[in-house]
């Protein structure tokens, strides 16, 4: 193998290595996402904080997705909680608890 050969296996290694991290990284999620059921439920994320809404009440807190499940950790009335539920995402859909959640 001639030296070009080898630099542009060890560049397509790196980018190939650097891509299977960010995909194992858990990303962030960017935007509203509201669910379409009878009961109108909403996240918003900014960051690694998040807004929760339903039935009229808002939940402010923070999240981060390890692998297929999402945890929430936020304060209600005073009391802080921490949620754990599967998530998955793909495209604009964002499943959490097995409910489905569209981008807006």
């Known amino acids: 193998m001639n030296r ?3 630099r542009a296996i060890c560049l397509i290694m790196a980018v190939l290595t650097a891509a299977a ?8 999620l960017n935007g509203t996402y509201k669910s379409s059921g009878l009961i109108a439920q909403t996240f918003t994320f900014s960051g690694d904080n998040v807004t929760m809404s339903a039935f ?3 939940a ?3 999240y981060k997705i390890k692998g297929d499940t999402i945890y929430i950790t936020y ?3 005073g009391q802080e909680y921490t949620w754990s539920q599967p998530f998955s995402k793909s495209g604009k ?3 959490i608890g097995g409910t489905v959640f569209e981008k807006q």
């Open 21 to 28: 991290f960010a995909g194992c990284s858990g990303g962030k």
């Open 4 to 6: 070009a050969s080898v």
């Open 56 to 58: 009229g009440v808002n």
């Open 93 to 95: 859909m964002i499943v």
């Open 60 to 62: 402010n807190g923070t």
């Open 75 to 77: 304060t209600l009335l």
